[in-house]
Structures are given as C-alpha cells and as structure tokens.
C-alpha cells in the first residue's frame, strides 16, 4: 500500500511539469498578445508595443520565462494576472468556492439519483424502467449544457418564475463574505431568508451542472451492476433463497461500487475545472468562467495558474479515489 | 409581561430593520462583464470605466446623452488667445468620500488634479509604476507630446498649458481617463503599502461612493449624500455582472434586473412588445466604412469612387447584417456629434447609373480585392456577410471582388500600409469631437504609410479646414468649417460610409430618467426607479 502511494506521489512532479509546460506553450500559440489583444482601430506603434510587452516581462526569451514561472510556482508565486493586477492565487481562491459549493451539489445529485437508478435498471433488466432510464441517460449525456440550461430559465424562471434565472444570491440580500460558501455566509449573516434564497438559486445549476455525471452514473452503476449480478456468487446467493435486494445491498453493491467510485472520482475532477457552460448560463461566478474569459484575454498567468491549480485538484482526487479503490478491493491493496 | 414586552419591542425592532430595508431605493443594472479594476486611468474597456463612473468627476463632463461638455469639478474655463493656455477654476466645497478607515480631512482642491496628471504623466512620479502603469487613453490622446506644463495656480486654480493650440483637447479632458483622484488617499494609501488600494478600492467625488466588489459577481455603490449636484434619487446602485446575452435578457424579463446593455437585435421586437419593459435606442458614435485606396486605380478616380457609392445597398446590408441594430450612414461622423450636417444629400443606390458612370469613366471589367476584418467590432457586427453582400452588390455593376481578411493584429497594420485596394473598417469616437473622426481618420497627415487613413486620401483643402477647426476653441467656427469639410468629403467619396450601429437599452418601464450616451459609458447619475 505504501508503496502504492509513494509510486503515484512520484509522478506528481513531472505530471505538474508537463501540465506547466503544456499550457505555456499552448497560450502562447494563440495569435495574439495581452497588448495586441485589447488594441483598437488606432492601432499601436510597434514602441509602444514592445515597451508594454517589455513591462509585463514577455519579451524574454520563451525558456527564461519558463524557468521563471516554475521557480515562482515552487515558492507559491503564481504571478499577478495581467488584466486585474491581482496575484493569481487571490483571483483564484476568490472565485474558487462558489465552483466548489456548486460541484458538490451536483456531484451529490448525480450520486443520489444515479446510484439507486443505475441500481433498480440494473436488477430489472429489460423493463421499461430500465429502457426509460437507459434512454434518459443518453439524452442528458448529449444535451448541449447551454441550451438545457436555457431551456430550464425560460421554462421555470421566466415563464413560470419557480426559480431564479441566475447567480447565486438575490440582489435584494447582501450578505457578507465569510467563507465563499454562500450557504454558509448566508446562515452566517443576519438577513432573513437568505439561507433558502441560496439554496432556491442551486437549484437550476445543480441540475443542469448534474446531468451529465448522472447519466454517466447511472448508465455505469448499471453495467457494473449487471456484471456482477451474472457472478457465481450471487448465483449461489439467489439459490440459497436470499432476496435480490438484499444481495444488492449486502453483496454485489460494495463490488459493483468499484468502477463507480473511480468513474465518480472522475467525474469530480470535471467538476472541479469549473463548469464553463453552467457557470455561463447562470452568471455563477467560479473559475470556470474565469479561465474562459482569460483565453480571449490572454492572461497568461491567470491561465498558466488557474490551469495548474485545477490540475493538481484533479490528481488529488484521483489519489483519494485510487486510494479508496484499494480500501474497497482488497486484491488490489494486497498486490505484491 | 416580561415576555409580552420582550416580544413587542423584538417585533418593533424587526419592523424597524424591514422598514429600513424597504426604505433603500435599490436600481439593479446587469453589466455585461467584469471590470479590469476601478481606475479608468488604467483601463481599456468600456465595462471598466462603466463601473468607475458612478464614483468620479472629470474637470468637465458630457452632458449624459450628447458630445457636449458641461462644468464638472471646474466650475468655469478660459483659453488663452493663442490656444496654449487652458486656465480652470476649480469648485469649492467639493468633498471626497469617507469610507472604512479613509476620511477626507479637507475639500477637493488643486494639489488633487496636479497629483491626478502627475501620475499618468511623470515617469519619476511614485504611483505611476502602480498597477502595471499603462496609461493607454491617456498616451493613446497624445497628451504626453500635447501636455507642456500642468500647475496650480492658487488654492482652486488650475494652468495647463500645451504644446501647440489643439481645441479637441477640452473634449479629451471628458473622456472617462482624465478623472480626478483624492491626493490624500493616494498619499495615505502609499503610507500604508497598498497604493495599489486606490485602484482597486475606489475614491472619489462622484454621485455614488464604492462599498464592495464582489469578483465576477457584483459591485455595490451607495448614494453619496454630499454629492455636490445634489443626492441621488437612487439610494444603493447594484451592478449584477451578467455576461451570458441570453441570460441577461431572461433576467430582464423574470424582474431581476432593471437595466440591462448589449441585448440580442433578434430579440429587440420581442423587448419592446413586453408591456413592462421599454427600450431606449441612438445611434453609437461609431461609423462603418468601405475604404478605396485612391492610390490605386481606378480609384483615383472620383467618378469612379461616386460611382461605387450608387452601387452599394446600405439598406440591405443594415438589415441582414445589422438584423435592423444600424442606421445607414451618409458622413464620415455619426449624427451624435456636434456639427453633423443632415443636409447632405445620400448617394441613391442606383446600380444602373453606377453601371453608366463605370463605363463613362472607361472602367470595364475591374478586379478588385475586398478586405474585411475577421472579428466583430462595435460598427460591424458581421464584417464577412457585408463583405458578402457588397461583392454581390459589385458583380451587379461588372466588378469582381476577390474577398480577403488577415487576422486583427494583421489586418490592421496592412491596411494602414495600403495594401488593399477597397478595404473595409470603422471607428468609434473617444472624445465627442469632430477632428477625432475627421482629423484622425481623412487628413492628409495620417494618409502616410502606417496611418490611420486607410483611403490615403490626401485633400488640401479637407485638410486646411480641418487643421483650422482643430486649432480654434470657438465652437461655431468650428462647426462652419466641420460642415464645409463635410461636403468636401461626399463629393470627393474617399469611402463608402456604411452604417452607424445603434444602440439599444432595454431596461424595466419603472425607470426613469436614463439617457442613452453617445460615447457608449452606462451613466446612472440622474436615474431614478419607481417602486
């Protein structure tokens, strides 16, 4: 097991490097520099040009700005964004929990609905509960984000106006900032009714931001599901007389859980880039949104930092979910 | 009895906090972006300088909804005879805002606006590294070559003094780059080791003083109750950023904002028949234009160019393209600006006689390029279908257009180097004044390689008058001689003037007051909300 950890704690580092050198290089690529990008019919004299580009240190040649980047990065420096003038890292803790909160909301519907959906389609194979869930799931894998996201505005916010449209509070409350977590600031604040004004504007975006992990859930806690309904062991179960949800529960979930979980830990990761279309549509102020805007913008520090902290959340994960595979699965934590 | 009190004065005491609440007349406008920071000195985007608007004053202002200057935090001006000198007096009894630690202990007054330049202009100055010190308006005016001394001439007196006569330069004064800052604040702040505070946590004179931003999410502003116009009818002004269009019209609709910018042509009908929204529209200080190189022939000749302009339909290209957001233009500048001459009669599109004049002119079978920019700007929502559309337009008149586009950076620099023969591009006005158009755009000066006259149209006369409009602060000269201009330039017909884009704000009927300004800045002094 220790063995294990430290194997993949070993492939952090150059995982990191490739993903620093890898965003720097493709930045770069895009035509276009943060000067050229914000210059007008007027144009820009080649001087002026040079000397701005000169202030914000891309003159130099690629390699010394590599270097230079990874040795701030090592000190924790991830630069100043060159839209804001603000450190990277404020930018981003800044916008990071309202990411955060929304993808655990979601990861929490997608687990809620898809497990036991993926579940009863799996032990009733073949029925119309199964045809329907196998049908919804498609459907919500290849929605485009946007126009379902839409189309859930218009329908529920403007026409029938049981949900906000969007953003995650009421602009009749103003709550101070404690934690980022708006749950919490507002149980935290002293507004009335703004605890269930928060939660009421989660509503929309957990769907729309769910969707596609619940169908990939619920269609993969159904294959694993089947899978393991076919092995000897339950057979054996189903023979001695036991109930087919009792097997489920107390024998084929924990195996069936496996692929889950890793598919799970997957799907966080995801969540974790920000949701770009969701926090789109819903004006949710995260980081997804935030790193969108930096590509048209150029900011290369925001990106390059954004990127990377994104980056070293979804190893992070994926350790934890590695992990949490070998604690499920004894073979796999005994391995020699 | 304990308990009945208790509760009495509980329920007394959350009346109070709902009353109070009730009592803050809130206006929510829905911006279409995050602000770089809070100093438009700094800044390049109009959503920045919309979000600083509300907090400062300029030495004078535009009148919201015209390019015409009103006093500011100089009460009057005077110019020298020789154009060299500007002398402000400053108004008194103007007071900067107090907010969390900061407060002002004396009256706006000149060591303000000396300390305001000195950052953008001197290079040794402590605050101009701040912040990144790109100072692009203020370089991009030319104030450093026009700028020769700026000092304090008395508690409340101002003396700028230039280079060379140049009467824009007052306009130049109003543009959202030349607010005055709080010298004390700067100084307090550098004391403190966060200068860089000034241009994220805002102070100034302005109708509204800054209270928080939330990134991405939202600015909140409060009335400033010693604003020296008087306070607010508004008290608590709330920019909700929205940059989805679609969702910024829902919001709209479903009451949670009450103005909104930018909104989607298509759905503009749609905004206007909902009985609780009304929509204000204007014409956007921008102007859309073909160029013919008169370098190049045949377009170096007049009949040849006149003719072109007979054979261009502006009202189908306004409709598909600017799906009706445009107003076919006949001048080089938009109808906002001071001096714009109505009584200039449009080319008729005419492709018959265009067909007529061509041949007259002894041009048969022309081949031409046709440029056009491969991004959407403020005057050209789609610059490809135009191009499109006019190549169809010229093939009725027997001219082969070969379309061609360079990326942005690219297209720019090859334009301005003539490469084109007909190219197409735009402009959107920085200060309201003619000669930011005219001059910048059609002078024999900026017809040189790498210059902004794409047409590199160089007309003596055009030029004359425009060098003396430029050159004298009397107004109604000025327009004369804009005016003349003008009908220089239609009959030479350097361009195909195209369209000027229109600009739409939907917002809730329960607003009132809001003016639709010609320089694009979302001004919310003077509004107010019906509750």
């Known amino acids: 097991m220790l063995r294990f950890v430290l194997t993949r704690l070993g492939l952090v580092v150059p995982t990191f490097l490739g993903i620093i050198l890898l965003t720097f290089t493709l930045i770069r690529l895009v035509p276009g520099d943060p000067v050229e990008v914000r210059v007008g019919e007027r144009g820009i004299s080649p001087e002026r040009h040079a000397e701005l580009l000169h202030e914000m240190g891309l003159d130099r040649p690629l390699y010394v700005q590599f270097f230079d980047y990874v040795g701030g990065v090592l000190q924790g420096d991830l630069g100043i964004s060159v839209v804001t003038q603000r450190p990277v890292m404020d930018e981003f803790l800044t916008l990071f929990p309202a990411t955060v909160e929304l993808a655990i909301f979601a990861i929490i519907f997608a687990v809620a609905i898809g497990l036991p959906v993926g579940v009863i389609a799996a032990v009733k194979r073949g029925s119309v509960f199964d045809h329907t869930v196998m049908g919804a799931s498609l459907t919500g894998y290849s929605m485009p984000i946007f126009w379902w996201g839409l189309l859930l505005i218009l329908f529920f916010s403007v026409n029938l106006g049981w949900t906000p449209v969007a953003k995650r509070l009421s602009d009749d409350f103003f709550v101070d900032e404690v934690t980022g977590f708006m749950l919490i600031d507002t149980l935290l604040s002293e507004e009335q009714g703004s605890f269930l004004n928060a939660l009421h504007h989660l509503i929309l975006p957990t769907i729309v931001l769910g969707t596609v992990p619940l169908a990939v859930i619920a269609r993969m806690t159904r294959s694993a599901m089947l899978e393991v309904l076919g092995e000897d062991y339950i057979r054996t179960a189903r023979a001695k007389g036991l109930g087919i949800y009792r097997i489920v529960a107390v024998h084929a979930l924990r195996n069936a859980l496996i692929p889950v979980v890793t598919v799970i830990g997957l799907q966080v990761g995801t969540l974790m880039g920000g949701a770009i279309l969701t926090e789109t549509v819903f004006s949710w102020p995260g980081i997804g949104k935030w790193l969108l805007e930096s590509i048209g913008r150029r900011d290369y520090p925001a990106l390059q930092g954004g990127v990377l902290v994104i980056a070293a959340l979804v190893m992070a994960t994926n350790l934890a979910v590695d992990l949490l595979y070998g604690l499920l699965n004894p073979r796999i934590r005994h391995k020699r | ?337 001071w001096s714009y001459d109505d009584s200039i009669e449009a080319y008729p599109y005419d492709p018959e006689k265009a067909k007529a004049m061509l041949a007259e002119a002894g041009v048969t079978d022309l081949k031409t390029d046709l440029w056009y920019m491969p991004v959407q700007r403020p005057y050209n929502p789609d610059a490809k279908k135009m191009a499109e559309l006019m190549q169809a337009d010229l093939a009725k008149v027997g001219i082969t257009a070969e379309l061609k586009t360079f990326e942005w950076g690219e297209y720019r620099k090859r334009l301005q180097a003539g490469e084109h023969m007909m190219g197409m591009l735009g402009w959107t006005g920085d200060n309201g004044d003619p000669d930011n158009f005219m001059g910048v755009l059609l002078s024999c000066g900026s017809a040189r390689e790498g210059g902004q006259n794409v047409a590199k149209w160089c007309n003596e006369d055009f030029t004359k008058l425009i060098d003396e409009a430029k050159a004298t602060s009397d107004v109604a000269k000025r327009t004369e001689l804009y005016k003349q201009a003008q009908a220089i330039f239609h009959a030479d017909a350097p361009w195909v003037p195209i369209a000027h884009s229109v600009v739409h704000m939907p917002m809730s009927k329960k607003v009132k007051g809001y003016k639709v300004h010609p320089l694009g800045t979302h001004i919310f002094e003077g509004v107010d909300i019906e509750e």
């Open chain 2, 1 to 337: 009895m304990k308990r009945q009190l208790l509760g009495a004065v509980a329920a007394a005491a959350l009346a109070f906090g709902f009353a109070n609440a009730a009592l803050a007349k809130t206006l929510v406008y829905c911006s279409e972006g995050s602000p770089e920071n809070f100093n438009p000195q700094i800044n390049t985007t109009g959503t920045s300088f919309d979000t600083a608007y509300p907090v400062f004053n300029k030495l004078v202002e535009f009148i919201p909804g015209t390019t015409e200057l009103q006093p500011g935090l100089a009460e009057s001006w005077s110019v020298s005879d020789d154009g060299l000198v500007y002398t402000f007096n400053l108004r008194k009894g103007v007071k900067f805002h107090a907010r969390g630690d900061f407060s002002p202990s004396r009256d706006f007054n000149a060591d303000d606006v000396i300390a305001t330049f000195n950052r953008m202009w001197k290079k040794d100055d402590a605050y101009h590294a701040v912040s990144g010190g790109a100072y692009d308006y203020f370089n991009d005016m030319g104030m450093p070559d026009l700028l020769a001394s700026v000092e304090k001439a008395g508690d409340y007196t101002v003396k700028i003094t230039l280079t060379k006569p140049e009467a824009p330069f007052i306009a130049n004064l109003g543009m959202d780059f030349a607010i005055i800052h709080s010298k004390e604040y700067m100084d307090a702040m550098m004391k403190a080791g966060t200068p860089e505070k000034v241009d994220q946590e805002p102070i100034g004179t302005g109708p509204f003083i800054f209270a928080s931003y939330k990134k991405d999410d939202r600015i909140i502003y409060n009335a400033n109750v010693n604003y020296f116009r008087g306070k607010q009818p508004i008290d608590r002004l709330v920019f909700s950023i929205t940059p989805d269009q679609a969702t910024r019209e829902a919001r709209l609709e479903a009451g949670e904002c009450d103005v909104i910018p930018y909104p989607n042509p298509a759905n503009i009908e749609k905004l206007k028949a909902n009985p609780d929204l009304q929509v204000l529209e204007q014409e956007g200080l921008n102007v859309g234009y073909l160029a013919m190189n008169v370098q190049k022939p045949p377009f170096d000749n007049v009949k040849v160019r006149q003719a072109i302009n007979m054979a261009i339909d502006k009202a189908s290209i306004v409709a598909a393209v600017y799906q009706g957001a445009g107003a076919p233009a006949k001048n080089p500048i938009p109808p906002t600006i």
